[in-house]
């Protein structure tokens, strides 16, 4: 079965630090990986998505890692903010050109605290 | 600027009750999408609609329906034969489907409440 697990389910930091935030996945086949950032109460904003050919992307402050061999990624946080706070989802997509088979992971809720 | 409107924003309904939610995006995408979002589960696909007059059942569809008349346009009508209807649902939108498929863009979501 095809699943996208993410982990840790929540985090509290101090505003400044770093954080790493994971996603496992046993997806195949495998298009693309993407991380998306919720706000409570609002729709999730895309961060980043990468192909299996990219081992990093940057946006910001936000940096996402891929291992298609191990099918792990990881999203990194620096010098985080108090407006990081939110949930990190984890989605890839089993099918290339089609939105239609994304496996979304539940998000891990991140509270960055002053 | 370009974007996606959802409306209402929080919405309440009696059991037996159908309701529409709207969906409107002016980012002059080919492909709209509803989504249902539960705590503690993943988002999951009611309907997509990859061109206009054209839409397609997602993994939950049962109790909902769906009209594409306009490129710009999604609703989502929750029928009273939709057992568990509250919840936040989402819409989103992304550019024709190609090989490196566009990301998504969603609304700001609405959220429902049968009482």
């Known amino acids: 079965k095809n699943q996208v697990e993410q982990s840790p389910q929540s985090l509290i930091i101090l505003e400044g630090k770093n954080c790493t935030l994971q996603c496992n996945y046993t997806v195949s086949p495998f298009s693309n990986l993407r991380w998306y950032k919720q706000d409570t109460g609002r729709g999730p904003v895309s961060l980043t998505i990468?192909?299996?050919s990219e081992n990093t992307k940057s946006n910001g402050r936000y940096t996402a890692t891929l291992d298609a061999d191990t099918k792990q990624s990881s999203l990194h946080i620096t010098a985080s903010q108090l407006s990081d706070s939110a949930s990190y989802i984890c989605v890839v997509s089993e099918n290339a050109g089609n939105n239609r088979k994304l496996i979304w992971g539940l998000g891990t809720s991140l509270a960055v605290n002053p | 600027d370009g974007g996606i409107t959802q409306s209402p924003k929080y919405l309440f309904r009696k059991e037996g009750q159908n309701v529409t939610l709207s969906c409107e995006q002016n980012l002059n995408h080919d492909a709209m999408y509803w989504y249902r979002q539960d705590p503690g589960q993943g988002l999951r696909l009611i309907y997509y609609?990859?061109?206009?007059?054209?839409?397609q059942k997602g993994d939950i569809a049962e109790g909902y329906s769906v009209s594409r008349e306009k490129k710009e346009s999604f609703p989502l009508t929750v029928t009273s034969a939709q057992k568990n209807p509250t919840a936040f649902y989402l819409c989103?939108?992304?550019?024709?489907?190609?090989?490196?498929?566009?990301?998504?863009?969603f609304g700001e979501g609405s959220r429902l409440t049968v009482l």
């Open positions: 989103a939108s992304s550019r024709a489907s190609g090989r490196n498929t566009g990301e998504l863009f």
């Open positions: 609609s990859q061109i206009v007059n054209d839409f």
């Open positions: 990468m192909t299996f």
